[in-house]
């Protein structure tokens, strides 16, 4: 797309984390990190310099913010939406990462804006809070999310599952799939609406996820937009974990959770999906 001007803009109050703008850009990007709250600068600067406007948003955490991931309203996301659209851009597409990918997959089908969503390790079912609530209190669950004030419907999670464990760090896959099973009547209500999605629908997935079964979410998420006649790209790979590279990212290994894959698992598969990203813009 040629060099462009960037200009960098921390933004706060209704809609807060960093704004790269690109000057005459027409496409405009959200980026949503995952349970980390991560406000994703280095990724953001990735879509910038391909010509988008991107906004790495802090979507909880930040003043005036619920603290964790609990009953964070969609509107904090149809409001980086609004934000981008008033600077002039055209085109709409979120890009998130684990509960981020949740976040887009569910803002895109309430937001018929939206032109395009990436759902990097994404599920296909809402889950439950991870942190607390406006209250401070994390316990006993509530959905990780609410429209127009109300929760969304979510699956629990069994506090007398056992864990498992990958090169010594504990593995919630296990957790993720025992209670897909044993709620499966919740999960069936919690579902995420993809059918509704009329946005371009990128799906990144790695089989060797240890997180949570993010490929097993993805098929399902694929198939159940083929059933209602929608086209969904899935971009996976057997040996990659949780954590997908983009070009030019690097990454920590945790030491409180296993993410599975390996660095260059991770990196190969963020290379191949980086090329139908790109054409999203």
């Not at 969609?74 to 597409?93: K, P, Q, S, Y």
């Not at 699956?155 to 007398?160: A, G, M």
């Not at 579902?191 to 996820?209: F, R, W």
Request: glycine fraction near 12%; charge should be negative; proline fraction near 5%.
């Amino acid at each position: 797309m040629g060099e462009r001007a960037i200009t960098e803009d921390i933004l706060s109050g209704g809609v807060a984390g960093k704004l790269l703008r690109c000057t005459g850009a027409t496409t405009g990007v959200v980026v949503l990190s995952g349970s980390s709250g991560r406000v994703d600068v280095a990724r953001a600067r990735l879509f910038a310099r391909e010509g988008a406007s991107a906004l790495a948003l802090q979507w909880f955490g930040g003043e005036g913010q619920v603290p964790g991931i609990c009953e964070v309203p969609l509107e904090t996301f149809f409001a980086a939406t609004d934000h981008l659209a008033g600077l002039g851009c055209r085109r709409i597409v979120f890009v998130g990462t684990s509960k981020g990918a949740e976040a887009s997959l569910l803002t895109a089908a309430h937001d018929s804006r939206i032109d395009a969503v990436v759902a990097i390790s994404p599920t296909s079912v809402v889950w439950g809070n991870i942190g607390p609530g406006r209250d401070g209190i994390a316990w006993p669950e509530r959905s990780s999310w609410t429209l127009e004030g109300l929760p969304l419907p979510f699956v629990p999670t069994d506090p007398s599952w056992n864990a498992s464990h990958v090169d010594g760090l504990v593995s919630y896959r296990g957790l993720f799939e025992h209670c897909l099973t044993n709620f499966w009547e919740e999960a069936a209500r919690a579902a995420i609406p993809v059918e509704a999605i009329p946005a371009e629908t990128v799906l990144v997935a790695g089989g060797d996820d240890a997180l949570w079964p993010s490929l097993d979410f993805a098929e399902a998420i694929v198939q159940r937009r083929k059933d209602a006649g929608k086209a969904t790209r899935l971009v996976s790979a057997p040996d990659a974990g949780h954590r997908i590279l983009l070009p030019g990212e690097t990454t920590s290994r945790s030491i409180s959770h296993a993410n599975g894959g390996n660095d260059r698992a991770d990196a190969d598969l963020g290379r191949e999906a980086w090329e139908y990203i790109r054409k999203l813009l």
